[in-house]
């Protein structure tokens, strides 16, 4: 609580900072795109939430993984903490990418694998969430949210295969990737970098949050129930 | 083992509801899919497969959350774990339970229910052995959403919000083998992934439901 309390305002500030700079660079100091105008700009958005969206449940899987083998309890509510802010970069994701279809492809939505791998992760989301607020003991909704994040996490990578073979897709490859091949200019590609830098770091500020959030509301219960005790 | 398949067996289809409520369900959306979508019959035959692989995984939702509530409720659940049997076996043994009491009888009864929605003639064996092969998927997949949420109240919604993602993949194989069966398409690659997932997740997912299970009656 203490290092994480001392660590919070510095991720939040440097991520308001990220995001700032990227965003105003981005949006007003770009050129537009010669075949796609200015909506080309709402990829500072788009990849950026995606990109949290997805290792958001990766967070989640190994927080929960930690918490089956060494039942550390913080772990248990990082996951708990980190469900929330993936399901909104999800909602993000899927909205932005509806707002820049719209005029590019000429639909809001079209069932491409892509686009239909997010739902599906988007009712992932939802049911994890849910499984958490059903359950009273806090032990056993830990447990049960944990081995359902496994289970979801197979499938959903079964899903995005099953989907990649249900349809060929409208949406572009990944233009990102670790290999040294540039597929995109240096004029979108730094205030880009910086725009995911900002979300990973406001996705890290809000879970530290929520934890603390978390860890604060277990320590009221169990006072409340000393009281009651003596 | 051989005597709780029984026990549940006898039990499903004297209880009255489970075991004719799943294929009534599957002819209702059989009924009410062409009444929704107008009467034109290649309209019907394309979509044929489609709509009952859907209404096939519905009628076997519909019925999930009674493979664990009523041992639950009156308490032979307890007496189950307790069992010097391993709690794996139990949860199998409650899948093929459920599998043999409503999703052999929708393969069975799919076939007659293409005959309404104008399905191809040579799609029937592939819908046929495409059932077959992805509805025990279904169910071991159903008996971990109702392993998770047995000690709730009103579990039956949230279990549906919990198993549909897990019921995406068997879905899209599934449905394009029935599919691409009926379009006279080679459909053998969908359905080798199919038996893939079948044989897989019988295999593994009761592990999880059995470790739901125990963590649920801890």
Not at chain 1, 81 to 92: L, N, Q, S, Y
Not at chain 1, 130 to 157: H, K, R
């Amino acid at each position: 609580m203490q290092v994480s309390g001392r660590f919070l305002p510095w991720v939040a500030g440097l991520a308001a900072l990220c995001l700032v700079v990227g965003l105003i660079w981005g949006f007003f100091l770009t050129p537009d795109d010669y075949r796609q105008g200015a909506t080309v700009k709402i990829i500072f958005l788009h990849v950026p939430s995606a990109l949290v969206a997805i290792n958001g449940w990766m967070v989640m899987l190994v927080a929960s993984l930690i918490w089956l083998i060494r039942r550390h309890h913080v772990s248990a509510l990082v996951a708990k903490a980190a469900a929330p802010v993936g399901i909104t970069m999800t909602v993000i994701a899927l909205m932005t990418g509806a707002i820049w279809g719209q005029p590019m492809w000429g639909t809001w939505w079209a069932w491409d694998p892509r686009l239909t791998s997010f739902l599906i992760l988007f009712m992932f989301y939802l049911g994890y969430i849910a499984l958490w607020q059903a359950i009273e003991d806090p032990d056993t909704a830990a447990d049960l949210t944990s081995v359902l994040c496994m289970v979801g996490s197979v499938f959903a990578i079964l899903s995005r295969y099953a989907v990649l073979f249900w349809n060929q897709g409208l949406h572009q490859g990944a233009s990102l990737s670790m290999d040294k091949q540039q597929h995109m200019s240096d004029t979108y590609w730094y205030p880009l970098v910086l725009c995911m830098a900002g979300f990973m770091l406001l996705f890290l500020a809000l879970v530290l949050l929520r934890t603390r959030t978390e860890v604060r509301r277990r320590r009221l219960q169990a006072l409340i129930l000393r009281e009651r005790m003596a | 083992m051989i005597a709780l398949l029984l026990r549940d067996l006898r039990l499903s289809v004297r209880s009255g509801g489970g075991f004719g409520l799943g294929l009534a369900f599957f002819l209702l959306v059989t009924i009410l899919v062409p009444l929704g979508v107008g009467p034109e019959s290649a309209l019907h035959a394309r979509i044929a497969a489609g709509i009952l692989w859907i209404g096939a995984l519905l009628a076997c939702l519909l019925s999930l959350d009674r493979i664990f509530a009523l041992d639950h409720e009156d308490g032979s659940l307890d007496l189950l774990v307790t069992a010097p049997m391993p709690l794996e076996g139990i949860v199998a043994v409650k899948a093929l339970a459920h599998w043999l009491v409503t999703g052999l009888p929708l393969t069975l009864a799919a076939p007659l229910l293409g005959v309404l929605l104008n399905l191809p003639v040579h799609g029937y064996p592939w819908l046929f052995v495409s059932l077959l092969v992805g509805t025990p998927a279904l169910s071991v997949i159903g008996t971990f959403g109702a392993a998770l949420i047995v000690g709730l109240k009103r579990g039956g919604l949230l279990l549906s919000l919990l198993v549909l993602p897990l019921y995406v993949p068997t879905l899209i194989y599934g449905a394009e083998a029935a599919q691409r069966g009926a379009d006279g398409l080679p459909a053998l690659v969908p359905l080798a992934l199919l038996a893939a997932i079948s044989a897989g997740s019988a295999a593994l997912l009761p592990f999880a439901s059995a470790q739901a299970l125990r963590i649920n009656l801890r």
